[in-house]
């Protein structure tokens, strides 16, 4: 339920009604926009008679929240969120171009590709340690000697990082990531995203495989619920009845979750077709559509990449890719 306070209210008179909200079990959220202040209530608000409280007078409207996600609706938050990892910002106008190999392999590695991606204009640096993998036989990442060589290119760039994480256990090894990736594979994690709730790191949620925009909002309402509210939604594919690309790139993914929440939105084109030649058009698609921004697997040597060579830029081809989404980003306005 969401309650809209009048113009120009005391901060008496508001604090009396929050005191008032909380005393019957509820959490009160209060969003101060340029013209109106809304209390999203949250909890069992079964017990609130509605026509009281929209008649105090302080109170203009009064609205229930039918959706089951609540913090993460755009109803209860009418502004974009903005979303700050480690100083740079994400949404409302603030694009985030994240960029890295699909998976740490070695220091000369992930150090030649953070300063060659920052160099050609990323602002956060992207690198798996734990990788989820279809079959058990492939390379698993180097785990926490990975985290550990993502936090050296760290050091040497000033870029802040983001990896995956697959299980809560692992947090400890996070302490120095800026950002914890939820791969789609975990979207549904639900013990994993509880954890992260507890946290106060920005979360990259990605949209599962054959999640509906709904439930990837349901699964940010988990970390929300938790009192984490810095969470990124990331769109990177689908799975559908085409083989011909890797994934079906859901493009309506972008206007519906903005009408949707008013968390940001980026896009992860790589992982979306999984062909390094198309990742360029979906980039620029996604920009024009309004996403908030990217995030692309770039490697020094794609043909012998540990995972997802097929689908990485090489630098050159990167750096092509951030003038025009420039470009674009311009025109769009
Ligand atoms: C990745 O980012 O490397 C990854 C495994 O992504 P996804 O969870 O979207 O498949
Ligand atoms: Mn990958």
């Known amino acids: 339920?969401?309650?809209?306070?009048?113009?120009?209210?005391?901060?008496?008179?508001?604090?009396?009604?929050?005191?008032?909200?909380?005393?019957?079990d509820l959490k009160v959220h209060v969003?101060?926009?340029?013209?109106?202040?809304?209390l999203g209530l949250i909890g069992d608000t079964s017990k609130i008679d509605m026509d009281l409280l929209e008649g105090l007078e302080i109170v203009e409207s009064v609205r229930r929240i039918s959706e089951p996600y609540k913090k993460a609706n755009r109803k209860f938050f009418d502004d974009d969120t903005v979303v700050d990892v480690s100083g740079v910002k994400i949404g409302k106008g603030h694009f985030a171009m994240i960029a890295g190999p699909c998976s740490i392999e070695s220091e000369e590695q992930i150090i030649l590709v953070a300063q060659s991606v920052k160099a050609a204009g990323a602002n956060i640096l992207r690198g798996g340690a734990f990788k989820p993998r279809t079959s058990p036989y492939d390379f698993q990442g180097l785990k926490a000697d990975g985290i550990e060589l993502l936090l050296k290119a760290k050091e040497v760039t000033g870029l802040p990082i983001v990896s995956e994480i697959m299980?809560?256990?692992?947090?400890?090894?996070?302490?120095?990531?800026?950002?914890?990736?939820?791969?789609?594979?975990?979207?549904?994690?639900?013990?994993?995203?509880?954890?992260?709730?507890?946290?106060?790191?920005?979360?990259?949620?990605?949209?599962?495989?054959?999640?509906?925009?709904?439930?990837?909002?349901?699964?940010?309402?988990?970390?929300m619920a938790g009192g984490n509210e810095n969470v990124i939604l990331c769109e990177r594919g689908i799975r559908t009845f085409e083989t011909y690309t890797r994934n079906t790139l859901d493009i309506s993914a972008v206007p519906s979750l903005k009408?949707?929440?008013?968390?940001?939105?980026?896009?992860?084109?790589?992982?979306?077709?999984?062909?390094?030649?198309?990742?360029?058009?979906?980039?620029?698609?996604?920009?024009?559509?309004?996403?908030?921004?990217?995030?692309?697997?770039?490697?020094?040597?794609?043909?012998?990449?540990?995972?997802?060579?097929?689908?990485?830029?090489?630098?050159?081809?990167?750096?092509e890719v951030t003038k025009k989404v420039a470009e674009i980003r311009k025109v769009i306005g």
């Open 167 to 223: 299980n809560a256990n692992h947090l400890p090894l996070f302490e120095g990531v800026d950002m914890i990736q939820v791969g789609a594979r975990n979207m549904q994690n639900f013990e994993l995203l509880k954890e992260l709730g507890k946290t106060n790191k920005p979360i990259l949620l990605k949209r599962g495989l054959a999640n509906t925009l709904k439930e990837l909002l349901m699964s940010a309402e988990y970390i």
């Open 259 to 319: 009408e949707m929440t008013h968390l940001p939105v980026i896009i992860d084109p790589s992982h979306a077709c999984g062909h390094s030649r198309m990742v360029p058009s979906l980039a620029y698609a996604a920009t024009a559509c309004g996403a908030d921004g990217l995030i692309i697997e770039v490697h020094n040597d794609p043909k012998n990449a540990m995972c997802d060579g097929a689908q990485s830029l090489t630098f050159d081809q990167y750096e």
């Open 31 to 38: 969003s101060e926009g340029e013209y109106h202040t809304v």
């Open 1 to 24: 339920m969401i309650a809209v306070l009048k113009n120009g209210v005391e901060k008496l008179q508001q604090e009396n009604l929050i005191n008032w909200l909380e005393g019957m």
